[in-house]
């Protein structure tokens, strides 16, 4: 019995530091895109002496050699192990970069991740940084679904009136080879929605 419940334990927290771990990956990964971004440089107010520190010095210096041996090994390394490898590099990376920050900048290199993370997805952002509760999940997944059946509606209509703009410069002739040329309407679908893709004008 209390071997099982040690070895419940250790799992758990094996668990636990994996996920830390994975948690921690994924944050530099951000991190290491956005100080490749000149508009986020520009933000965080990089003077001349830190931004040759951040581009060239130090990546240089943490890529080279073990980037190297894994990318040569016989056998091949595994895409998972070799992505983590790339990953555990970035982090490396950024945590060297990071040195050559002032206080300020390192705390306004962490508000734009957050808002760099809410970008690709606002509500995992969002549970992510506050801890949303079930109910909570529940209602902000309805409301983007209902804002993204709006936004591709809003889409549809811009597409709509710009094609009929450009459709009216056209003289008779050209709108006759127009429509000859993509004959009768046909309505693609979305391979992951099923949705309608495709709504070009006659």
Not at 52 to 76: C, G, S
Not at 144 to 153: A, D, Q
Request: hydrophobic share 40%; no cysteine; aromatic share 6%.
């Amino acid at each position: 019995m209390r071997t099982s419940l040690l070895v419940a334990v250790v799992l758990s927290t094996t668990m636990l530091a994996d996920a830390d771990e994975k948690a921690e990956l994924e944050t530099a990964k951000v991190e290491h895109d956005m100080l490749g971004r000149r508009d986020v440089l520009d933000e965080l107010s990089i003077s001349f002496e830190q931004a040759v520190f951040l581009r060239r010095r130090i990546p240089r210096e943490l890529t080279t050699e073990r980037l190297r041996k894994a990318r040569l090994a016989d056998p091949p390394l595994p895409t998972p192990e070799m992505d983590r490898i790339l990953l555990e590099v970035k982090r490396d990376q950024v945590n060297a970069m990071k040195d050559g920050l002032d206080q300020q900048q390192t705390e306004r290199l962490s508000q734009l991740r957050w808002q760099y993370k809410a970008l690709e997805g606002f509500g995992a952002a969002l549970d992510e940084a506050v801890e949303l509760t079930d109910e909570q999940k529940k209602q902000i997944e309805e409301k983007e679904r209902e804002l993204g059946e709006e936004l591709r509606e809003r889409m549809w209509a811009f597409h709509h009136q710009s094609q009929r703009a450009l459709h009216d410069v056209l003289t008779p002739e050209q709108r006759a080879a127009w429509q000859k040329r993509v004959g009768s309407r046909f309505s693609f679908k979305s391979p992951w929605t099923g949705l309608s893709i495709n709504r070009a004008l006659r």
